[in-house]
């Protein structure tokens, strides 16, 4: 498996200390891409260059206020916010896309579950999935921690609205902390052949970087989610969790997996 790591394409010293500690890839914000100003875009893609980093990834889709459920969703403000990430997204030759962004597919209490899920699906088919096929990209689905979105909880679910949206380029996310939390089947990732596309990393409890653990539990978990995902055929894995000491902290994580994967 390839090990990526989840920082922000403006940190330039965060680059730096990813290449030192051999990551195989790079995983920004779609928020960078729509956002960062063209001197500092091009500063990092140079840098990332420079280190032979690739893009292979981008997640937090979405900002909140960019509904895609609910009764006021904005497809012209949406499709906008796509064209821009998606044409620097292309620029950088990413991969992957992650759709988490709760806040952006929560709808109101008191609205229906059933409709919000149609929704969902349509802006996957309408707007999302095409956009990044342009861009040579695969949206995966996210699930998150119960209280963080009213939908997609488990890989499960996340595997199922990508079918549901009916394109190829929809597919699923594992999320060791999310798995973790909201007590779902990790075993039960191995049998989404294909269909689980990418995964995320970071100590199940803290979410805090994988490898300061003295505890044959938490690295039993470890290694159990590492395994459903290889017979998933997932073949990528971004470590994504809190640090005070990112060169530190990276670099003794990707040791850590090296050594399990």
Known sequence: ??????????D???????????VDYYECGFGNLVNLDEENFQKAKNLL?????????????????????GDNVDYK?????????????????????????GAARSYPDGYSHEKATDQLAFFLKEYASPKAEEAGCTVVMEPLR?????????????????????KNNVLGLADLYHV????DDIEEIASFNGKVYHSHIAEPVNRTYPFATDSDEVKAIYKAFISALKKSGCETISIEAR?????????????????II
């Open 243 to 259: 640090t005070d000491n990112y060169a530190n902290d990276i670099k003794n994580s990707v040791n850590f997996l090296r050594e």
């Open 1 to 10: 498996m390839k090990i990526g790591t989840c920082r922000g394409l403006d």
């Open 180 to 183: 973790y939390g909201n007590d």
């Open 146 to 166: 119960f209280g963080e979105s009213k939908m997609i909880h488990t890989v499960k679910d996340g595997v199922e609205i990508g079918e549901k949206s009916g």
């Open 77 to 101: 403000a949406l499709e906008d916010y796509l064209d821009k990430g998606f044409k620097r997204a292309k620029e950088l030759n990413v991969k992957v896309v992650v759709f988490g962004s």
């Open 12 to 22: 330039f010293e965060a680059i730096k200390a990813a290449a030192e500690a051999g």
């Open 49 to 69: 260059e420079e280190y032979n980093i690739p893009v292979f990834a981008a997640n937090s889709f979405l900002p909140g206020d960019l509904k895609v459920v």
